[in-house]
């Protein structure tokens, strides 16, 4: 039959297309994939650039670089602020020698055994809350030296 002959070779036809466009995908796929690798490797190449750039000039950077210097220096201190936090949270010091996460009290690393220092610095700043409660004792003093003067003058 005419009809079916017709129908298989369309079909045989459809079929090659497939394979044909198959082909074609994995080729852009596999383009796209090397071309993401090779913008990731730009990527690292040029941050990179900027931590060497950035170490090797911190003194003596030239104008063009000053907002972004800051903007580095900013987020390092940032970073080094919320990891104090985030070490307060979870009630941890991190050992300088080796980086493990040892009880914020203990005095040694449980790690690697070397000395943790003594923690304070961090918290200073929360005393300031405790300062208005010291007022409310001296205002009672005035009152005692306003009478004194009273009595010397008579
Ligand atoms: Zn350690």
């Known amino acids: ?19 044909k466009q ?3 995908l994995s080729e852009v796929a596999k383009l796209k994939l090397q071309i993401a690798e090779a913008e990731k490797t730009a990527e690292d190449t040029y941050s990179q650039l900027g931590r060497l750039y950035a170490a090797a000039h911190a003194d003596d950077y030239e104008e063009g670089f000053a907002s972004l210097m800051a903007a580095a220096v900013n987020a390092e201190q940032t970073i080094k602020t919320l990891r104090n936090q985030l070490n307060d949270a979870k009630g941890v010091a991190v050992c300088e020698k080796c980086g493990a996460e040892v009880a914020k009290d203990a005095a040694f690393c449980s790690a690697c055994g070397a000395e943790m220092p003594k923690p304070a610095p961090v918290e200073a700043e929360v005393v ?6 010291e007022e409310a004792p001296a205002e009672e003093a005035p009152t005692v030296e306003e009478e004194t003067p009273a009595e010397t003058v008579e």
């Open 1 to 19: 039959m005419a009809i079916w002959d017709d129908i298989t070779k369309k079909a045989a036809a459809l079929g090659e297309k497939a394979v």
């Open 22 to 24: 198959a082909k074609d």
């Open 128 to 133: 300031t809350e405790e300062a208005p409660v």
